[in-house]
């Protein structure tokens, strides 16, 4: 499910990878940050039994330039939008949730405090599923290097630029989906964060 509705470009060899599987694969266009589109995507998927949850908005700005808007924009997705996609499901034994945060709410992120604010929330309710005995694991990413907002544009030339000042790396690959598999294990933390670093 995506806001365009559409598979992102250059995604053909792994469409056809999925398509060669033993799923059936759907492509539905779903703004999770909206009520009704959830409902929607409910009612053509009654029986989840995984919510892998990547959605997210950038409004980045410096403190003074923040504002009501802007907050709403980047929660609507990250918060709202977690809650609203695990409440339909409250009656489905989900048994993989996995909650895309970012590193941002471990460390924050200059221009990011909405981001940084909205971020938490996937945390902290990654946390209580668990303590209410429901699946769920929290993955504070870091950028990616060749996936994700932090891969492309503006972003991915302040994250070069960032790596080169501070010794915080972008996650390969590899490295992402080896994480990404220890923290929905059986026994994983409920929140993990996940950034290279060269110390």
């Known amino acids: ?10 995604a053909g060899s792994e469409w056809a990878a999925v398509q060669a599987s033993s ?9 999770v ?12 998927a009654p029986s989840l039994s995984g919510v892998w949850h990547a959605a997210g908005v950038l409004a980045d700005a410096v ?15 990250k918060a709202h939008g977690s809650i609203r996609l695990l409440a339909v499901n409250a009656a489905t034994a989900v048994t993989t949730c996995a909650l895309f945060s970012s590193v941002a709410a471990l460390l924050g992120g200059a221009g ?3 981001y940084s604010a909205a971020n938490p929330c996937l945390d902290a309710l990654s946390a209580c599923r668990r303590a209410c005995g429901s699946a769920a694991a929290s993955m504070q990413w870091g ?12 972003a991915s030339e302040r994250m070069a630029a960032m790596e080169a000042a ?8 590899r490295q992402g989906l080896a994480a990404l598999g220890f923290a929905v294990r059986h026994g994983a933390p409920s929140v993990t964060g996940m950034v290279p670093i060269a110390w």
């Open 33 to 44: 940050g909206e009520a009704t589109h959830i409902a929607h995507l409910a009612s053509h």
């Open 166 to 173: 501070s010794g915080f790396g972008r996650i390969g690959l």
């Open 63 to 77: 403190l003074p330039r923040q504002d009501a808007h802007g907050l709403a924009r980047v929660f609507a997705p």
């Open 1 to 10: 499910a995506s806001r365009s509705g559409a598979l992102v470009k250059d």
């Open 143 to 154: 950028a990616w290097a060749a996936v994700g907002m932090a891969a492309r544009g503006a």
């Open 112 to 114: 990011q405090a909405d």
């Open 23 to 31: 799923v059936t694969p759907a492509v539905q266009r779903c703004d």
